[in-house]
């Protein structure tokens, strides 16, 4: 499995479309960690916008996995990033590829 950092970007105009999704998708991204499929995750302090740390068997795998997300399905993201990562040194580090 590769390791994956995905970035989600947010917008002022989406906020109240995600406070009435984030219930879903909390719910979402909890069952992906009980799978050892979701890392790590969690916004960032200023609002906008998270970050995943996702394993996935490839690039296709990952944004198939990413459409299920209950803030996609809502339109509360507004861009996303995603790229390989290799963890090195760290809690996270067993994941590498």
Do not use: C
Request: net charge negative; glycine share 12%.
């Amino acid at each position: 499995m590769t390791v994956f950092a995905v970035e989600y970007v947010y917008d002022a105009e989406s906020a109240e479309v995600r406070d009435a999704s984030r219930p879903a998708h909390r719910e979402w991204t909890s069952g992906l960690a009980d799978d050892g499929v979701l890392l790590a995750s969690g916004p960032y302090g200023d609002g906008t916008g998270a970050l995943l740390i996702l394993r996935a068997a490839d690039e296709a795998a990952l944004n198939g996995l990413l459409k299920q997300d209950p803030f996609a399905a809502a339109g509360a993201i507004a861009g996303t990033r995603s790229t390989v990562w290799a963890p090195l040194t760290g809690l996270l580090a067993g994941h590498a590829a």
